[in-house]
C-alpha cells in the first residue's frame, strides 16, 4: 500500500527537479564527432630524420641544422664546437598533408629535396584509426668536385633517392613512437660489389617531459651486409623546446648528414669512441 | 486500490502541468558563438567557436554555455595548435562552462520584438578554475528568435593559463570576450 504513494512522489519530485533546471544543457546529446590526434611530435623531424608531422597548407617552415664536431676532438677544438657542419632548407605545406622541402647541406655539398604525403591520421570518436602514417620520397644530389675526373662520370652519378614509409601512434599525451620502414637507392656505389638498394628501419620515440619540452630518441637501424663494416647505425638523442613559432632541438647524435641517404648509409662515427656530435636544428614557422 | 492508482495519475499530471509551465521559456542553441581577441603591440591573435551550445530559461533567467577547447579555430594551425597542447591541455581539460543569471529577465519580453539591456553575472569555468564573471548583455528579439551578445575581459592567468616569459608580450594580459548566439526556442 505505501509504496504505492511512494512512487509517484518520487516521480513527482523528480519532474520537479528537473524544471528547476540545475543543467540546462544536461538534456543535451552531445553530437558524435572524429578526434583527430594532434601533436604526436613537436616538429616535422624526430631529429635527423622526418616525423610524421606536416606543415599546415601555405606555411613555410625554414630550418637550419647544424651539426658540431666530435666532442672527441678534445679542449683545443673546444670539443667539437669550431666545426660546423649544416643544413638550410625548409617544409612547405601545399595543402595540410601534402608538404614539399628542399635544403643544402655541407655534408657532399648535397642539394636534397623531398615531397611528403600523409594518407592515415590518428583518431577516436566517430571514425577510429589507431596509426598516422606518412610516405615521404627524398632526392639527394651531391655537387662534390669529382672524385675521379678522368672517369667517365654522369650526372646521374651524384643522385640518391630515398623512400620511406612513416608510421606513428602517440599512445598517450607523452608518449609517441615511429616505425619508419626506409629504401635508400644510390645510382653510384664505392664498389661494383654493393647493392644499389639499402633498406633500413627507423625507429623514433619522443617522450612529452612538460607541456613545451621533449624528449626525442631516433635510431636507424641498417641490416648488416648491405654496407661497409665501417659504417655504423645513426643513433641520436634530441631535446625539444618550443616557444611560440620557433622550435629548438638539441641533440647528441653520431651521424654527420642531416638528410636521410647521408645519416643512413654514410655515418662511420661510434657512440662508443666518444665520436658524438652535439648540434642542434632550429625551425620557424613563416605564414603566408 | 484503484482510488490510489487514481491518486497517482492525478499527482503525475500535476507534477507534467508544473513541469511544463516551468521550462515553458527555455531557449537554445548548439551554434552560438564565441570569439577572443588578444591585443599587444607585437601580435594580435584572435579565435572563434562556432560550436557552442547554449540555453536560457525565460521565465527564472537562468542561462548556461558549454563550448568545446578544441572547436576554437586560429587562422594560423600552429597557433590552434600550442592553444590546445601548451595553454589549455584541452585533453585534460575539455571544455570552457559558464553558468549565471539573466538578472533582469522581467524586463526581456520574448513574446515581443525588441532590443533589450540586461546584467549577467554568473560562474565561468576554463581548465578547472571557477572565477566569478559579470556583464552587461543585449537581447535582441526578433520573430522568434532571440540574440544575445555580450563582452567581457579575462586575465589568461586567472584561469591557470601558464604564458612563458618569452611569449609574455605577445599575448594580453586582458583578453576581450565576444559572445553571440542566436536562440530558438526548444520544444
Do not use: C
Amino acid at each position: 500500500m505505501k509504496k504505492n504513494i511512494i512512487l509517484p512522489l518520487l516521480i513527482f519530485s523528480v519532474l520537479t527537479a528537473k524544471s528547476q533546471g540545475m543543467d540546462l544543457l544536461d538534456d543535451e546529446e552531445e553530437v558524435p564527432t572524429t578526434n583527430y590526434i594532434s601533436a604526436t611530435f613537436k616538429t616535422n623531424r624526430v631529429v635527423n630524420g622526418h616525423s610524421i608531422e606536416t606543415v599546415a597548407k601555405r606555411e613555410f617552415d625554414f630550418k637550419i641544422s647544424h651539426r658540431f664536431g666530435f666532442l672527441s676532438t678534445g679542449a683545443y677544438e673546444l670539443f667539437g664546437l669550431d666545426q660546423a657542419n649544416i643544413r638550410i632548407g625548409g617544409d612547405y605545406g601545399i595543402t595540410d598533408n601534402i608538404n614539399v622541402g628542399f635544403g643544402r647541406s655541407t655534408f657532399g655539398k648535397t642539394f636534397d629535396g623531398f615531397t611528403k604525403y600523409k594518407f592515415l591520421k590518428q583518431s577516436s570518436g566517430v571514425k577510429k584509426m589507431p596509426i598516422s602514417a606518412v610516405w615521404v620520397s627524398h632526392i639527394a644530389v651531391t655537387s662534390l668536385k669529382w672524385s675521379q675526373p678522368l672517369r667517365e662520370n654522369k650526372f646521374s652519378d651524384r643522385v640518391s633517392y630515398v623512400h620511406q614509409l612513416l608510421v606513428a601512434r602517440k599512445f598517450s599525451e607523452g608518449l609517441s613512437i615511429q616505425l619508419s620502414p626506409t629504401l635508400v637507392h644510390k645510382n653510384l656505389v664505392d664498389s661494383a660489389n654493393r647493392n644499389n638498394d639499402i633498406i633500413s628501419i627507423g625507429v623514433g620515440l619522443r617522450q612529452k617531459i612538460t607541456s613545451r619540452t621533449t624528449i626525442n630518441l631516433e635510431y636507424y637501424y641498417v641490416p648488416t651486409g648491405q654496407l661497409e663494416s665501417s659504417k655504423t647505425n645513426a643513433l641520436s638523442i634530441g631535446f625539444d623546446i618550443e616557444t611560440g613559432g620557433h622550435v629548438f632541438q638539441f641533440f647528441l647524435t653520431n651521424a654527420t648528414a642531416p638528410f636521410e641517404k647521408g645519416f643512413i648509409t654514410d655515418t662511420q662515427a661510434k657512440w662508443l669512441d666518444g665520436d658524438i656530435r652535439f648540434g642542434f636544428n632550429i625551425a620557424r614557422v613563416f605564414n603566408f | 486500490m484503484k482510488k490510489i492508482t487514481i491518486l497517482s495519475l492525478a499527482l503525475l499530471a500535476i507534477g507534467l502541468v508544473a513541469f511544463k509551465n516551468h521550462s515553458g521559456g527555455i531557449f537554445k542553441t548548439n551554434t552560438g558563438n564565441i570569439n577572443f581577441f588578444s591585443h599587444t603591440s607585437v601580435e594580435d591573435i584572435a579565435a572563434d567557436n562556432h560550436k557552442v551550445k547554449s540555453a536560457f530559461d525565460a521565465s527564472s533567467g537562468k542561462i548556461q554555455f558549454s563550448a568545446l577547447i578544441k572547436d576554437f579555430e586560429f587562422e594560423k594551425a600552429l597557433m590552434q595548435e600550442h592553444f590546445n597542447e601548451n595553454y589549455m591541455n584541452s585533453t585534460k581539460f575539455p571544455k570552457t562552462t559558464f553558468n549565471g543569471m539573466i538578472e533582469n529577465m522581467d524586463a526581456i519580453k520574448i513574446g515581443t520584438d525588441g532590443i533589450y539591456t540586461s546584467n549577467i553575472s554568473g560562474k565561468l569555468t576554463i581548465k578547472d578554475v571557477t572565477k566569478d564573471v559579470s556583464t552587461k548583455g543585449t537581447f535582441t528579439v526578433k520573430g522568434g528568435v532571440v540574440n544575445a551578445k555580450a563582452t567581457f575581459q579575462i586575465n589568461p592567468t586567472d584561469y591557470n593559463i601558464e604564458i612563458p616569459r618569452v611569449v609574455s608580450k605577445k599575448i594580453s594580459k586582458d583578453i576581450k570576450v565576444s559572445i553571440d548566439a542566436d536562440y530558438t526556442h526548444a520544444h
